[in-house]
């Protein structure tokens, strides 16, 4: 059963385009405890910085950025601005979260997706190939930087610079506006517009960034979200400033089956139930916005990489599963840790029944791409964000090494 979609407003009433074939994983009924540790950070008194460090940026010179509620309200605008509308075409990674072809969708443009590399380097010939075929004009090519990896384009655009005035840049899983980073020189300065996902590292309500590397100025977005909602998001960013206790341990019924109808294939051409539309004419609220220059952005890229070194470390003694990345190149500040399950019927269950909280891609458009195919239920992303203290790391390591003997 296909999400109900929201009601569209100003450019995003456009017209619907031929549905898509959705493959969704529906959890209900499968009797999956709430995670263990959540998956996002949340506020720690340790993580804040007296001092506000520079508006968030992308560091990139030329760029004018603008907040946005969302990173995917962000990439909707850019879009738009890219002149994305019905008649026209964008090419989208076959690897992608349905957010990422919400904005598309919404605009009544038709999505078509590009091949990956096992390591979710964009193919290239692939996806050249799809922009020279026949059909409506490309006004869009939406390339994304998986887990906070580089995507390396600069390839792409000397083989192809007319690529360059088409290129979005997805960096939602990118620490924009963090300290330097040595490996990823140029990250989201490759095309004309780049978009990321503030809230994804910090501990914000919401945020997101559109950047324009063209130098045209970005009109700002009427702040209209009103004092009670910034009430509202402060206090509850303050209510999650404790992580819940980890549970005691209990028994686990690794036999049963998950549901028949589980696993469902849909036709649906409209964006998904986290696509808001009443979201798109506003910046994020001036209380995540402030929040954001207060923290230590140094600290939560330093220990990120040690959380992620942890899980590169202990995943070297598990059979049935490897990373995704086992190297972290410096100065790359990881969003989760990609996990390459070998038998996910078996292994995805089990670890969401022991409350290990972890994100899994499965709600995604169907294309001729093998390892879109393949990760879409293979690939798990576990947390490994700076909130994690030392005792909950360790339930986490001890439980998925549990998971994946019994699974």
Not at 1 to 24: E, F, N, V
Not at 66 to 75: D, E, T, V
Not at 113 to 120: H, I, T
Not at 322 to 333: A, D, K
Request: with cysteine; proline share 11%.
């Amino acid at each position: 059963m296909s999400a109900a979609a929201p009601s569209l407003t100003g450019d995003a009433a456009a017209a619907t385009p031929a549905a898509l074939q959705i493959r969704q994983f529906v959890p209900a009924g499968c009797g999956f405890p709430p995670a263990a540790v959540p998956v996002m950070p949340w506020l720690r008194r340790a993580d804040l910085r007296w001092r506000a460090a520079p508006r968030p940026a992308p560091g990139l010179a030329g760029a004018s950025v603008r907040s946005h509620a969302y990173g995917r309200h962000a990439l909707h605008a850019a879009l738009a601005a890219a002149g994305v509308g019905p008649g026209t075409r964008v090419l989208a990674p076959a690897y992608h979260c349905r957010t990422m072809i919400d904005g598309a969708l919404a605009l009544g443009a038709t999505v078509h997706f590009y091949r990956l590399a096992d390591d979710l380097r964009l193919d290239a010939a692939d996806l050249l190939a799809r922009l020279d075929a026949g059909g409506p004009p490309v006004r869009a090519v939406i390339a994304a930087h998986f887990f906070g990896f580089a995507q390396s384009l600069a390839p792409l655009l000397a083989a192809r610079p007319d690529v360059a005035p088409l290129l979005v840049e997805d960096c939602s899983h990118v620490l924009v506006g963090g300290p330097p980073a040595p490996g990823a020189a140029g990250l989201g300065g490759h095309g004309r517009f780049g978009i990321a996902s503030s809230y994804k590292f910090h501990p914000l309500p919401e945020g997101g960034l559109l950047w324009d590397n063209s130098g045209r100025p970005l009109p700002a977005l009427p702040d209209r979200a009103g004092p009670l909602a910034e009430l509202r998001a402060a206090w509850h960013t303050l209510q999650r400033m404790r992580a819940p206790a980890l549970p005691a341990p209990q028994p686990v019924d690794d036999s049963r089956p998950l549901p028949d109808d589980a696993d469902r294939l849909v036709a649906d051409g409209r964006p998904s139930s986290q696509f808001d539309a009443r979201q798109l004419g506003r910046p994020a609220l001036g209380f995540a916005r402030w929040l954001s220059r207060h923290v230590d952005a140094r600290r939560l890229a330093e220990r990120r990489r040690a959380r992620y070194v942890q899980w590169v470390e202990a995943s070297r003694h598990w059979s049935g599963a490897r990373p995704l990345q086992p190297v972290l190149p410096e100065g790359t500040v990881p969003y989760m840790f990609p996990l390459l399950l070998q038998a996910p019927q078996r292994q995805f269950p089990a670890l969401k029944r022991r409350a290990v909280p972890l994100g899994r891609w499965d709600d995604m458009a169907v294309s001729d791409c093998p390892v879109a195919t393949r990760y879409r239920s293979a690939l798990v992303h576990l947390p490994c964000h700076q909130a994690i203290d030392d005792a909950q790391m360790d339930w986490l390591l001890n439980t998925v090494s549990t998971a994946l003997q019994a699974g």
